[in-house]
């Protein structure tokens, strides 16, 4: 490496230092204190400068770490391995991956903890999945997916209260109505691209939670619904004492009653749902309709010329992703057993699209890394509290910095070659 | 069999087409020529149905069509390649021809249609798994214009064909042009600034000047014209 090059970096470093040093100085430096009869200012520049030192070192660390990239392989290599690795047995890892799945809850580790955990990311990786048909294949950048979650959930819920039908019946239902609200959103954002596609939607995010706030009479408010039936085992329910003349999922097949079966019925239930939402994927992008999302993400213009009809495929988009929203929202739902208008908000959302950026647009595998990864990290940071968001940010960047085009970004071709069709 | 007739069109308060009349026969390489800004690709967009005409008509097979939406225009076989190709550069080779045959009723005879478009651009074949996006400049145009042959129009609208492209491949897609024509039996309308491949190529062509055919004859006249020479060819002595 050249001299002027490490000088080059440092003077890039310290830069970095000061923008920091402006950045952390107001924010952390001065504490606000309340010292008997009011509110004191108490500075504490140390942690500043432990702070800004450590930009210092990070931003160096990375300069020199591109300024010798070709002496330097250690990230490229990695993730040019991992990514080989990934491609040529996609299948085999995709395989893998779900009897892995299948067999998790009987995993002599796994308790109710890492149930839950699982429960989380696998709603987590269906939700990104649905995203990815809107974002990663027809390339709409939509910044309020939670509101079709919410609205899954929500008529999830009040089907469910106010009708008491089962949740198969109900869960279709609810996936309808989020799709309904899908083109809803659609229609006035068709014209829209980029930012102001995104703006829209974020708003449109909003609009849904507030309404489900101030929508008393319906939704019941800040305080949510409550007493949302659970999902039975084709009729079986998991109770403990069944009423009389009932048969409930333990006494049914012999068991000792544990509130695990529940758990791990979940567990299988969103695991299925999930893979559903991937194997539509999967199929659809071999359709006209789905090469044409993944068309109209390239170039609209050479769409139209070739007779793509833009706003249908548009709709198409926005309701199958809404719909699987739904679904998600569903399951969310019945898991619960509790909802409220503060399960819905932005960060949710934000959350749900960096699964999918991070995962690489349109990449189904990695949706599921990228959802293990912010998901799992927050969970193993838990006990850091707040700071655990550091964790998830400071994820973020590094995805960013080694992988700037998502996990996996290589797109798999949906025809392949004659001869080698399997 | 294209008939465009006093066509006016507007960029909001921008005039771009200023009554523009245009006839193309079946069978026929009509080209059209002129300077930049002076509304060719304006007029394409129009006849295509992105861009909407303000005033005029134009009618194809006799059916006014200024009104449809593009996607219709296409369903009657009137296919652009829009100028710059663009190409879905992260789709496979013959993912993009696939997409070509998206309003052929879904690809009904898609494989003899895929055949003959890699019969006429046989590097194509040889890329079939390849991305778009990596193929060279004059790859890309045959791309655009293989995708546009497998909706199997009628009429097929090339707007600028030869940008940016090295001339040995320029003079390449000029002999597919013409073999598409002869053929297959496809109606050309093409739109470029190299006015002497263009001339030489077409049965009739029209000059177009701020939003305005000023010149039209058959492209041998037109390759003769004084006026022509000194505005769009080399050699050419303004009187």
Known sequence: MEKQDIIKSFKDSLFTGLIALALFGPIVGLRTASKGEGLFITPQWGVVFLLVGLCILGRFLININSARRTEFKIFSTLSSKFSSITEGKAKHFAITGILFAVVFPFLPFTDRYF??????????????????????????????????????????????????????????????????????????????????????????????RIILINWYEVTNGPDGITGIPRPSFFGLPFKRSPDEGEMSFHTFFGLEYSTMHRIIFLYYLILVLALITNYFTLKIRKLPVGRAWEALREDEIACKSLGVNPTNTKLTAFAIGAMFGGFAGSFFATRQAFISPESFTFIESAIIVAIVVLGGMGSQTGVVLASIFLIGITEIFRDLEQYRMIAFGGAMVLIMVFKPKGILANRKPTILMHGDKK | ???????????????????????????????????????????????????????????????????????????????????????????????????????????????????????????????????????????????????????????????????GIAPKLVNQIFTSIKNINKEKNVTIFLVEQNAKKALELADRAYVLVNGKVTIMGSGQDLLKNKDIQAAYLEGGTKN
């Open chain 1, 115 to 208: 149930m839950d955990v699982a429960i989380m990311i696998l709603t987590y990786i269906m939700l990104g999945w649905g995203l990815n048909i809107v974002v990663g294949l027809a390339g709409l950048l939509d910044l309020g997916y939670v509101a079709f979650y919410a609205v899954g959930a929500y008529s999830y819920a009040l089907i469910a209260t106010t009708f008491g039908w089962s949740f198969w019946i109900c869960l279709p239902l609810a996936g309808l109505f989020a799709a309904f609200f899908g083109i809803l959103l659609g229609f006035p954002v068709l014209r829209l691209r980029g930012d102001y596609l995104a703006i829209v939607t974020l708003g449109f995010g909003e609009i849904i």
């Open chain 2, 1 to 163: 069999m294209l008939k465009i007739s006093n066509v006016e069109t507007f960029y909001g308060k921008i005039q771009a087409l200023r009554g523009v009349d245009i006839d193309v026969n079946d069978g026929e390489i009509v080209s059209l020529i002129g300077s930049n800004g002076a509304g060719k690709s304006t007029l394409l967009m129009t006849i295509s149905g992105v861009n909407k005409a303000r005033n005029g008509n134009i009618t194809f097979n006799g059916d006014r069509i200024e009104n449809k939406a593009p996607h219709k225009i296409v369903d009657l076989g009137i296919c652009q390649v829009p100028e710059g190709r663009r190409i879905f550069s992260r789709l496979t080779v013959e993912e993009n021809l696939r997409l070509g045959a998206y309003t052929n009723e879904q690809g009904k005879n898609y494989e003899t249609d895929i055949k003959e478009v890699y019969d006429l651009f046989p590097v194509l074949s040889n890329r079939k798994t390849q991305r778009g996006g990596t193929l060279s400049g004059g790859e890309q145009q045959m791309l655009a214009i293989g995708r546009a042959l497998m909706s199997k129009p009628k009429v097929l609208l090339l707007d600028e064909p030869s940008l």
